[in-house]
DNA sequence: GTTGAGCGTT
């Protein structure tokens, strides 16, 4: 694991957590236990990774022995450059065990459960921290269950915004659906083009690759060569009942498919 | 080979 050989946590009775964000996904524990062993004392280095393939998820766990240490490193660095990334450090605002944090210690039993009688809201003051963008392009596995419920979410929001689309749009919807064919028939021609230009461009595939790893593969540099060539299955737009193949409009022309995760690199 | 907002394990 992430540990220095041992199994869980080690001792969070007054142990200062870090939070380590924007950290490379190459970037393991032992990589970080020296840049923040150099400020005070590390009682733990953990990176939480990823169940289905186990790459890191970006960030890590410090925990410091002493706050001042963790305040110093802290100071030190957050806002380094660190295997080319420029990490953030900062107080961790939970434990382990999904338990609140005050002054990035963790809190023990008795004076967790003070606290708590006073303010149970362990967060809630601010809530818009940074949501730029929450979408992530693969990562973080998702919980069946959240993921069940968003699913029925968004059917039932599409089939409500499809429902009232009609009922709006009545009139309008035959002649764009009549002209919508029109375009299906010139842009399926255009389509052909464009296969034809891809299939060209695909057709140049030659890469250099340089050993920048000190070990080299002894294995065969040609073992099997991937088939270039695109699934010639032209999608056929069924221009007669609904979805306007506009060309002012495209709902999903591209990145439709399946997502294959294929990260079996067996590493370590 | 990829990704990039966030809060953690035996």
Known sequence: MSHFGRSGPPD???????????????TTADDLYPLFERYGKVVDVFIPRDRRSGDSRGFAFVRYKYADEAQKA?????GRTVDGRNIMVQFAKYGPNAEPIRRGR??????KSRDRSR???PRPRHRDRDHRKRSR?????RHGRDRDRDYRRRSKSRSRSRSRSRSLSSSPD???RRRARDDGKRKSRSKSRSRSKSRSRSRSRSRSY????????????????PPPKRSPTPEKHTNGKDLPPSRSVSPSPKGAGSRSPAGSDGKE
């Open 106 to 111: 963790v809190i023990e039993d008795a004076e």
């Open 74 to 78: 802290i100071d030190r660095l957050d």
């Open 174 to 176: 035959h002649k764009s």
């Open 137 to 141: 392009s693969r990562s973080r596995e």
């Open 210 to 225: 340089h050993s920048a790893s000190p070990a080299r593969r002894s294995a065969s540099p040609r073992k099997k060569s």
């Open 12 to 26: 969070i009775r007054d142990t200062f957590s870090l939070l380590v964000l924007n950290i490379s996904f190459r």
């Open 119 to 121: 303010s149970r809201s």
